[in-house]
C-alpha cells in the first residue's frame, strides 16, 4: 500500500518539476499515469487482504461499503474543490496539494499495525517462482466453480455497464443541446448515491447471504440506475438513475468482496485477488470501445427520422441526438438483469456461500 501511494507522490512530483521548467509534454503526462497506475494495482488486493486481518469477517461488509463510501466522496468534493482552487492557486498549488496528500496518506500507514496473515497450507503451495507465483491466482480460481462462476458474473456486469457508462456524458450533452450545467449535476450524482448506499451498508451490514447482496443489487442498479437514465428525458430523471445507480453499488461490490475474503486464506489473498481483479476488469476497456462504435454506427442512426428503432423506441426514451445512447442503456440495463438472474439460475453461484467453506472453518464445519 505505501509503495503505490509512494508511486503515485513520486509521478506528481516529477510533473510538477516539469511543469515548473516549462518542458512538461503529453507524452509525460501518459507516462507518470501509467507508473502510478502499475503500483495502484498492488493498492486493492493489498488493502483487501488487510482488511480480512483486522476486521472480523461478521463486519466485512461494512468495512467494504466504507472503502466504498470515501472513493464516492471523493468523487464529489475533488471536481468542485479543483475548479476552486485551480483559479486560486494554478495547476502548480494543485499539484503541491496533491503531493502533500500523499504524504500524509504515508505517514498515517506508517503507524497502522496490520498483522501478519497466519501461514496456511495453500500459501505454502503459493510459493515458487516469479511465474509460478503469477498464475496461483488463475490455477486457485479456475479449480473453484463457485468462484469462478461469481468472477464470471462480475465479468459480465462490468462489461454491460462499462458498455454505457462511457456515453454517460455525450448522452446527455446531446440531449441538452450541451448544457454542462445539467451534465455536472448529474455526474454529481453518482458521488452522492455511492456515499449514502455505502452509509446504509455500514449501518445495516448488508444480507445474511451476501450472495444476495450481489446479485439482487445488481438487479436493482440495473433496473433503477441503467434503465431509468436511459428513458429519462430530464435532469429529473437522470439525476435519479444516476444516484439510484450508484446506491446500490455498494451492496453489490461490498457483498461480493465479503464472499471472497471469508474463502481465501489470507495469507494468499493477495495473489488471487490480484488475478480476480484482472479477470473481473479486462472487460472493462472493450465495453468502452464497443460502446462507443455501437453508438454511433448502430443505435444512433437507427434512432434517427425513418431508422430502424425510430417507431419502437421513440415512445420509450424520445427522439433526437442522444436518443439511440438512451436505447443502449436500456439494452444494458436489460443484460444486466439477464446476468443476475442466471447467477440465481446456476446452482454454483447461487450456493458459493455453502458449498465453500470459510477458510477458517473447522474440518467438521468444511464438510
Known sequence: MIASDLAAGLSTVALLMLYSTGHLMIWHLWAAGFFASAFESFQFPAYSAAITTMVHKRHYTRANAMLGMVESASGIIAPASAGALLLLLGISGIMIIDIVTFLFAIGTLLFVVIPNPTETAAGRASRGTMLQESLFGFRYIFSSRSLLGLLLIFFSTNLTFGLVM??????????????????????????????????????????????????????????????????????????????????????????????????????????????????????????????????????????????????????????????????????????????????????????????????????????
Not at 439511440?324 to 450456493?351: D, E, H, K, N, T
Request: aromatic content about 10%; proline content about 5%; charged content about 10%.
Open 166 to 367: 462511457i456515453l454517460f456524458a455525450p448522452m446527455i450533452l446531446a440531449r441538452t443541446a450541451n448544457n454542462t450545467v445539467i451534465l455536472g449535476t448529474t455526474q454529481m450524482m453518482f458521488g452522492v448515491g455511492g456515499v449514502v448506499g455505502a452509509l446504509v451498508i455500514a449501518a445495516w451490514g448488508g444480507f445474511k447471504r451476501r450472495i444476495h447482496g450481489v446479485l439482487s443489487g445488481l438487479i436493482l442498479m440495473s433496473v433503477f440506475g441503467q434503465i431509468v437514465i436511459g428513458v429519462g428525458q430530464s435532469i429529473r430523471v437522470w439525476a435519479l438513475g444516476a444516484f439510484l445507480a450508484m446506491f446500490f453499488l455498494p451492496l453489490v461490490q461490498g457483498s461480493s468482496q465479503a464472499i471472497w475474503q471469508a474463502k481465501v486464506s489470507p495469507d494468499i489473498q493477495g495473489k488471487v485477488f490480484a488475478t480476480r481483479r484482472l479477470i473481473a476488469q479486462i472487460s472493462s476497456p472493450v465495453a468502452m470501445i464497443l460502446g462507443g462504435r455501437l453508438a454511433d454506427t448502430v443505435f444512433e442512426p437507427a434512432m434517427a427520422s425513418g431508422g430502424t428503432f425510430a417507431q419502437f423506441f421513440q415512445p420509450l426514451v424520445g427522439s433526437g441526438p442522444g436518443s439511440g445512447m438512451a436505447v443502449l442503456f436500456v439494452f444494458s440495463g436489460i443484460l444486466g438483469v439477464v446476468v443476475a438472474l442466471i447467477g440465481y439460475l446456476v446452482p454454483v453461484v447461487r450456493q458459493v456461500e455453502t458449498r465453500l467453506p470459510d477458510y477458517d472453518a473447522s474440518p467438521t464445519q468444511a464438510t
